[in-house]
């Protein structure tokens, strides 16, 4: 199937690291993405990983990738109130079709 | 350097009216792709044009076509409209060469269908 999976919802308390966590389905994809959106505003691209490595880092973001589980995951440190945002998974599946989850929902508590 | 834009921000028509939706690229960009996003779902994939083609289409019907401009701009339209077909239609581009597919995303055109 063509469906990619992740948690509807993740609550965190500010200062401290969220994991957001995503299944993907075509062991073939080249690119992985991670995309943030806020209320009422399109998506912005936060990172992304080629297929054939196993992390990236990028400031506060780290992206860790199994691909023998088809298994992202997207750890954000030092949460700040400015990260509560939908976050997606993505995959390219090749030719450029993008393949989005349901996205994660971040909450940040006090 | 101006980012994508597209047209108009809202629109609310009748079950089966027709709607057309504008984007243009990002500076330099020349390929565009159009997303259907349900509330409380993710961006599904309707179709991309390049070289002002349809290269690639998802699981959309026929009812749902596009173009591309010379200056790569490119439409939406949809006919027939459906109550399901309310939603937030968002616009990416990107540039062809780059390996990465980095898409880059318009605020999104919100239909409303009564």
């Known amino acids: 199937g063509e469906d990619v999976e992740q948690s509807l919802f993740l609550s965190v308390r500010e200062g401290d690291s969220s994991v957001i966590n995503c299944t993907y389905t075509?062991?073939?994809?080249?690119?992985l993405y991670w995309y943030k959106q806020e209320p009422g505003a399109g998506l912005q691209l936060l990172t992304y990983?080629?297929?054939?490595?196993d992390m990236k880092q990028d400031q506060r973001l780290t992206v860790l990738l199994n691909k023998k589980d088809k298994h992202l995951s997207l750890r954000i440190a030092d949460t700040q109130t400015g990260d509560s945002a939908i976050y997606f998974c993505?995959?390219?599946?090749?030719?450029?079709?993008?393949?989005f989850g349901k996205g994660t929902r971040l909450h940040i508590l006090p | 350097d101006a980012g994508v834009t597209q047209s108009p921000t809202h629109l609310i028509k009748t079950r089966g009216q027709q709607v057309t939706l504008r984007c243009s690229p990002k500076?330099?960009?020349?390929?565009v792709s159009w997303y259907q996003q349900a509330l409380g779902q993710g961006p599904q994939f309707i179709f991309q044009?390049?070289?002002?083609?349809?290269?690639q289409r998802g699981n959309f019907p026929d009812r749902f076509s596009g173009h591309q401009f010379p200056n790569y701009s490119s439409e939406l339209n949809v006919n027939a409209l459906l109550l399901g077909d309310s939603a937030l239609y968002l616009c990416?581009?990107?540039?062809?060469?780059?390996?990465?597919?980095?898409?880059?995303f318009g605020p999104g055109t919100r239909l409303t269908v009564l």
């Open positions: 990416a581009s990107s540039f062809w060469t780059t390996n990465a597919n980095e898409q880059f």
């Open positions: 075509d062991s073939s994809s080249t690119y």
């Open positions: 990983i080629f297929s054939n490595m």
């Open positions: 993505a995959e390219n599946q090749g030719d450029d079709k993008i393949i």
């Open positions: 500076s330099g960009h020349d390929t």
């Open positions: 044009y390049y070289e002002e083609e349809e290269r």
